[in-house]
């Protein structure tokens, strides 16, 4: 198992560095508090021991994890959230429409691809699920969570139907999941998406936290004037002009 590859954003935020090759960098981040550890999406479903060793080096164990909240259904968000949330009394959150997904009660829908994600991915012919987990508590647009001073839940519909992003005052970071992603430097629009209008749209909501920081799904974070990076960024796989 890699050594953690973790980064300071703030005091009490960390984001982990989940290897999954040289081109796809992925993340979950770790809210240190005082009522224990916050985390936010647990990466692949082999993840869990490299979570727990993260949590060894900030000085934590994995007793220590309280609440996961995911910011979508998909697998590399969800992987080993049914494994971690057995390690001790751990509150599962996510978006109330992608829970069904996320617990397995219903099959998620599949990306709609533009011509040139298509040229990154093949089209998907399964929802990209990751082990069925429990869900604890469902959020929507608005609903407060008891850690970082108030987190405020924002609804990003657009990837996934339930897509969330967590604005967190304590940090002024906001973590945006998929509906926001860094390429080559560039902060872009997240890529396959169901809905790309919808998640077009969410940038704003985001943005709207005037957020100094921001911690991506993919990519490096951002970190300095993050929510007027989020509120212009460009979409490089966009459908082609006159593409329906």
Request: proline share 7%; hydrophobic share 40%; glycine share 10%.
């Amino acid at each position: 198992m890699p050594r953690p590859d973790l980064q300071q954003l703030t005091p009490a935020l960390h984001r982990l560095r989940i290897p999954t090759g040289p081109a796809h960098l992925l993340n979950c981040y770790l809210w240190l508090g005082a009522d224990g550890v916050t985390l936010i999406d647990t990466g692949w479903p082999d993840s869990a021991d490299l979570i727990a060793d993260a949590l060894s080096v900030l000085g934590r164990q994995r007793t220590d994890v309280t609440r996961i909240v995911l910011t979508h259904f998909h697998e590399d968000h969800t992987g080993s959230a049914a494994e971690i949330a057995r390690w001790a009394d751990v509150e599962v959150i996510a978006g109330a429409a992608d829970a069904p997904f996320v617990a397995g009660a219903q099959r998620g829908p599949l990306p709609r691809l533009t011509d040139r994600e298509k040229t990154i991915h093949a089209e998907f012919d399964e929802p990209s699920h990751g082990p069925a987990c429990r869900v604890d508590r469902e959020v929507r647009d608005g609903d407060v969570l008891d850690f970082a001073g108030g987190t405020r839940v924002i609804g990003v519909p657009g990837h996934t139907p339930g897509s969330i992003a967590l604005y967190l005052p304590d940090a002024d970071a906001v973590l945006t999941g998929d509906a926001v992603a860094e390429f080559d430097g560039e902060v872009i629009l997240g890529v396959f998406d169901v809905d790309r209008d919808a998640a077009s749209r969410s940038l704003a909501r985001i943005a709207a936290t005037r957020a100094r920081i921001a911690g991506l799904g993919h990519g490096e974070a951002v970190l300095e004037e993050a929510y007027a990076r989020i509120g212009t960024a460009t979409d490089p796989f966009a459908p082609s002009a006159g593409a329906r």
